[in-house]
C-alpha cells in the first residue's frame, strides 16, 4: 500500500523560496503507471493544481504560475520535491501530495495527509 508523506517549513516569508518533499514508501516513483502531484487547498480558489513530475521524469506546471515553480525527484530516496519561489500570501495554503492517473481530482487514488503552508511576513 503506497503512502505519500509532505515534510517542509509551515512558515515563509513573502518572496522567499518555498521548498516542500514528499516522501513516498510502498511504491516506486519511477513506476511507469502514475503522475506524483502537488496540489494545495486555498480560502480564495479551493483546490488547485500545482504540478507533477511523473514516472518517467515528464514534468508539467500550474500556467499562472509557470515561471516561478519547479519540481525535482531523488530517486534514491523515493522522493520529489516542489519549489516555489518568491512567494506571496496567495500562496498560502494546504499542500498535498498526491499520486495518480493525471492531473484531475477524479483520477487521484493516494493523498498525503497535507501541510499548512503560510506565507506572511
Known amino acids: 500500500q503506497v503512502q505519500l508523506r509532505e515534510s517542509g517549513p509551515g512558515l515563509v516569508k513573502p518572496s522567499q523560496t518555498l521548498s516542500l518533499t514528499c516522501t513516498v514508501s510502498?511504491?516506486?516513483?519511477?513506476?511507469?503507471?502514475?503522475?506524483w502531484n502537488w496540489i494545495r487547498q486555498t480560502p480564495g480558489k479551493g483546490l488547485e493544481w500545482v504540478a507533477y513530475?511523473?514516472?518517467?521524469?515528464?514534468?508539467d506546471y500550474r500556467p499562472s504560475r509557470k515561471s516561478r515553480t519547479s519540481i525535482s525527484r531523488d530517486t534514491s530516496k523515493n522522493q520529489y520535491t516542489l519549489q516555489l519561489t518568491s512567494v506571496t500570501p496567495e500562496d498560502t495554503g494546504v499542500y498535498y501530495c498526491?499520486?495518480?492517473?493525471?492531473?484531475?481530482?477524479?483520477?487521484?487514488?493516494?493523498w498525503g495527509q497535507g501541510t499548512q503552508v503560510t506565507v506572511s511576513s
Open positions: 498526491v499520486r495518480g492517473g493525471g492531473t484531475s481530482l477524479q483520477g487521484f487514488n493516494s
Open positions: 510502498g511504491g516506486s516513483i519511477t513506476a511507469n503507471v502514475y503522475y
Open positions: 513530475i511523473h514516472s518517467s521524469g515528464r514534468i
